[in-house]
């Protein structure tokens, strides 16, 4: 009887660490080519320098969103 707990446990634990490498390798299968990376960080110094100006956000709603831009720039796309 201690034997089959010991290969349910041995199962089970197989099981997490495939789970595991299925969630971190499906996280980094997401790829953005270099030239969608540097489109995407034109629009947002577009937004950034321009967006003001478009009257769509107050001044302290468009230097948030700028500010939060700009982390998400620095954090995500690493150029």
Same mark, same amino acid.
């Given at each position: 009887?201690t034997?089959?707990y010991? /290969? =349910?446990?041995i199962?089970l634990? /197989? =099981?997490?660490?495939?789970?595991?490498a299925?969630?971190?390798?499906?996280?980094?299968?997401?790829?953005?080519?270099?030239?969608?990376?540097?489109? /995407?960080c034109?629009? =947002?110094? =577009?937004?950034?320098q321009?967006?003001?100006?478009?009257?769509?956000?107050?001044?302290?709603?468009h230097?948030?969103?700028?500010?939060?831009?700009e982390?998400?720039?620095?954090?995500?796309l690493?150029l």
């Amino acid at each position: 009887m201690t034997i089959l707990y010991v /290969i =349910i446990i041995i199962l089970l634990l /197989i =099981i997490l660490l495939l789970a595991s490498a299925l969630f971190f390798f499906s996280k980094k299968s997401s790829y953005i080519s270099d030239k969608e990376k540097e489109f /995407i960080c034109f629009v =947002i110094d =577009i937004f950034i320098q321009y967006g003001d100006d478009l009257g769509i956000q107050s001044k302290e709603q468009h230097a948030k969103l700028a500010e939060e831009l700009e982390k998400i720039k620095t954090k995500h796309l690493k150029l």
